[in-house]
């Protein structure tokens, strides 16, 4: 059985609903992440006595989140939390990985592994490349010590993010009321539903012409791609095609016209029509 330390709970992470889609975690995406480890500073190792007083990036997210940049040059963001494992001959100090993903180097946008709730025993570490537990000694980027001491390895190195790199106003930005529709109306972040099984967020600009421009991040996969499209027939409606890695998503749409906080309409993908819905971010 798990025994909690301090204020993180393993129980509480059992039993807790998943993360809505795009919370704070997943829209710390790697154009937020590679500014931020060139300008911050690494840490050797994060010792079990400092868990408990980690800040966390909100008060909706209740643990600590970490940076690392892997062996293979890729970066990666994870959620932690401590504890420990009771076994037949005493307990041991544990940490598990309560979400994370890694973001491929090479392609940006693009995700190389995507995991939760991963639990990391003492003599095994994590390749965040693979997204596998490793035994020691075998291509490792993070590994617990017997005392419960999270470490790099290799040439990894250990970034602490205890506060939101979003700008202030993120996460908020809900189009005020009026009765006319501007192209400006669509602009902004939008959480996305394609028949409930294409989920993610959808960040779209527009230019002159009314044309569309912006990209899409995978809530399963957490891999961005890009997103274009334009203005219809009436100002309310907004045709945007998104390129899958091996498909393209058509997202048919229509505003809400009263507070412009949602739209509707139909899904097209390899000839067959969907329902999807987009709402605005209220986190």
């Known amino acids: 059985m798990f025994r909690a330390i301090a204020a993180t709970l393993f129980f ?20 937020l992440l590679k500014p931020f480890i060139e300008s911050a500073s690494p840490v050797g190792a994060i010792p079990l006595a400092q868990a408990a ?54 392609r940006p946008g693009l995700t190389t592994a995507v995991g939760k709730e991963v639990v990391l025993f003492p003599g095994f570490g994590f390749n965040l490349d693979l997204g596998q537990v490793v035994p020691a000694g075998h291509g490792a980027d993070i590994e617990i010590q017997p005392d ?23 996460g908020s930005k809900i189009i005020g009321t009026k009765e006319g529709i501007t192209p400006a109306d669509f602009e902004g972040t939008w959480l996305v539903s394609a028949d ?31 997103a274009g499209g334009q203005i219809g027939g009436v100002p309310h409606n907004l045709k945007v095609n998104i390129f899958l890695a091996n498909a ?10 009263t507070d412009k906080s949602q739209m509707a309409g139909t899904a097209t993908l390899a000839g067959r029509k969907f329902g999807f819905v987009a709402k605005r971010p209220t986190d």
Not at 248 to 257: A, I, M, R, S, V
């Open 12 to 31: 509480a992470l059992a039993c807790s609903a998943p993360a809505s889609a795009a919370d704070l975690f997943d829209r710390h995406t790697l154009a």
């Open 53 to 106: 007083s980690l800040k966390p990036l909100s008060a909706t997210i209740s643990n600590p989140c970490i940076v690392v940049q892997t062996n293979d040059g890729n970066t990666a963001k994870l959620l932690l939390a401590w504890g420990r494992h009771q076994g037949e001959n005493g307990d041991s100090p544990v940490v598990m990985l309560e979400r994370y993903v890694t973001y491929r180097g090479d």
């Open 148 to 170: 419960g001491t999270l470490k790099p390895v290799g040439n990894a190195q250990i970034y602490l993010l205890t506060a939101s790199l979003l700008p202030t106003t993120e």
């Open 196 to 226: 409930g099984r294409w989920r993610g967020e959808l960040e779209l600009k527009l230019t002159e012409g009314g044309k569309a421009i912006g990209t899409f991040t995978s809530e399963d996969s957490q891999s961005e791609y890009d």
């Open 248 to 257: 393209e998503l058509q997202l048919d749409g229509y505003l809400w016209t």
